[in-house]
């Protein structure tokens, strides 16, 4: 078994999220939109957005697609135990500060690559 540094495992998770759940038109822009969502009004306010946007869909939308992307990271670093908006949204809320930060701090290491990576809408011809 190799061993991989953090920066591979966030490469490889993001790129596997891109492909598979980040495929709609509008993912990408999403994904640029969560990243200062997050450092303007903390995660535990992105993450309610995200529910409030997301409350009237069947499925999640392109922010809880998003939120679901980097929860299943945050499970595979160890980060969460979470498998729901729901559940990381408890999670989060009972958590101490510090759990708090660490979160937060691996969930824009992880975005960083995961905007790169999701599909841009496609610009109109002019």
Partial sequence: MKIQNLDQIRAKNALVAAENKMGGKNSGEVVKK??????????????????????????????GKCFEA??????????????????FLNELVDADSAKLRDVT??????????????????KKEE
């Avoid at 200062?36 to 069947?58: C, S, T, V, Y």
């Avoid at 691996?106 to 841009?120: D, H, Q, V």
């Fill in 105 to 122: 701090a691996e969930s824009m290491l992880y975005l960083n690559y995961l905007r790169r990576f999701a599909e841009k809408p496609e």
């Fill in 34 to 63: 969560v990243p200062p969502m997050i450092r303007e009004n903390g995660i535990l306010g992105a993450l309610a957005f995200a529910k409030d946007k997301d409350k009237d869909k069947e499925s999640s939308g392109d922010y």
């Fill in 70 to 87: 980097i929860i299943a990271h945050l499970k595979s670093v160890g980060k969460t135990s979470a498998s729901s908006l729901d559940d």
